[in-house]
């Protein structure tokens, strides 16, 4: 049975940070393309410049992806199968529960233009 508990995995809040900038590269065929599973292979992670990077159609602030960078940030997000076959830093499979993970926090961390 589903449950409808917020952050039901209790992934900390730099899991949260990182799985929500997973999600959003997902999303971006730049960054991503789906594999036969149902998931999607994540790769070509963005760089940083200055205090900002490109995350899909959006931008975020280099300090809420400081997890892109942290080998336990991944291993965690694996043991809890919201990614897969994790090569860090190089790439990873973003589940379908990873997909599907609602962190609560993409209109926090993930800046839009307005137009």
């Not at 900002?52 to 997890?67: I, N, P, Y």
């Not at 940030?73 to 599907?100: D, H, S």
Request: glycine share 8%; proline share 8%.
């Amino acid at each position: 049975m589903p449950s409808n508990k917020k952050n039901p995995l209790n992934l900390n809040a730099l899991q949260l940070k990182t799985l929500t900038l997973f999600q959003e590269l997902a999303r971006s065929p730049h960054h991503a393309s789906p594999v036969a599973d149902g998931g999607v292979s994540v790769t070509r992670l963005p760089q940083p410049h200055g205090d900002h990077f490109h995350v899909g159609a959006a931008v975020a602030f280099t300090r809420d992806a400081t997890g892109l960078a942290n080998p336990g940030v991944w291993q965690a997000l694996a043991r809890k199968n919201l990614i897969a076959e994790a090569e860090f830093p190089y790439g990873l499979v973003l589940t379908q529960e990873g997909q599907a993970y609602d962190t609560g926090l993409a209109d926090t961390i993930l800046h839009r233009p307005d137009h």
